[in-house]
């Protein structure tokens, strides 16, 4: 069937590395002939503070994973045993473990049909006299509706932690980014995210100097200076490899983005007839940054499968929610979210990634097309 055309992939790790080779290879090259200390060095401080004036907040505390940076940004908003934090049921099971990882409760609460998101309506429903904190994801790259969390937030005096891994450079309507609208803002530089290093990375934004000079101390096995320690800290810190390799595709991130939105908006003209096909909401009037293109139908594995058969890749975020994986913890019993649970049961990932080629993602309308032809 895939013949002699070659495959469409979901990502392309190789292409997007050559790209950039040229310009990476004399920087890593410099690093290694001594240009800078293996860790915590200048490096991670320009990349600190080119992310923070990038997502728009005063500091970026850089962390080695988006779960470590959620976590931490609980316990720096003083999260701990006997607090419940309210999370989506709809995200990645790491959201909810690092809540569970600092000794609170997840509050699990369904997600809304058309964005997928968090709502402040379904956050004020979930609040009660244990309620800590709200932690909205930004799933897939689009905003939550951050003026009703807000409002709700700003209504019972809870922190507000933002989960922005998916959601480097998502805007709002009047171009603030996602990160600055909460207390903390935790981001996953994975490789496949759309800001990613070359292994695990993650950092936090905030506006809070006090918390961001904590961080940095914890981050560190607590240690204040080189031989005094104030805390009993994790040893989590961003690598100078991975501050490098980060600090340079900050300066194509704005491109990678536009060309994101450029092929979301392709699939969208391409795919709207389909009936059977429900296609992510447009976040408008905010700009997505479209980490992933979301799709849904009721024949989600047939249509893999013809995809597949076609060379095509896709994936599923996530078609297990987390309070039906077989964790140790009880976070829901099945039916309770049912919203969440028809989601997972029909969504599907289509290729989208700033290195696709407008003809793979014909290729891709092509083939689903063909499938419910
Ligand atoms: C990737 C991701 C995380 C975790 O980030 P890591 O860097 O893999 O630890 C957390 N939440 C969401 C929504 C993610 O997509």
Redesign the pocket.
Known sequence: MVGEVPGVPTKDYARQHAALWPQLAPRLEELFAGGDAPILGAVVERFEQRFAAWCGVDHCVGVN??????RLALEFCGVGAGDEVVVPAH??V??VS?VVQCGARPVLVDVDPVSMLVTGEAVAAAVGPRTRAVLP?H?YGTLCDMVGIGEVCDAHRLTCIE?A??AHGAEDAGGRRAGGFGHVG?F???P??NLGAFG???ALVTDDRELAERARVVRNLGKSGKHEVVAFGPNTKLDTIQALVLDLKLDHVDAWTARRRALAARYRQRLAGLEALTLPADGAPGRPCW?LFVVRCAERDRLRQHLADRGIASGM?YPIPPHLQPLPLDLGRLGEFPVTESIAASLLSLPLSHEHRDDEIDRVCDAVEEFFG
């Open positions: 994973s988006g779960t470590d940076a959620l995200t990645f790491a959201t690092a994801v799933l989960d891994a998916q935790a996953s530089f994975h496949s995210k695990d990375a993650g980490h975020h």
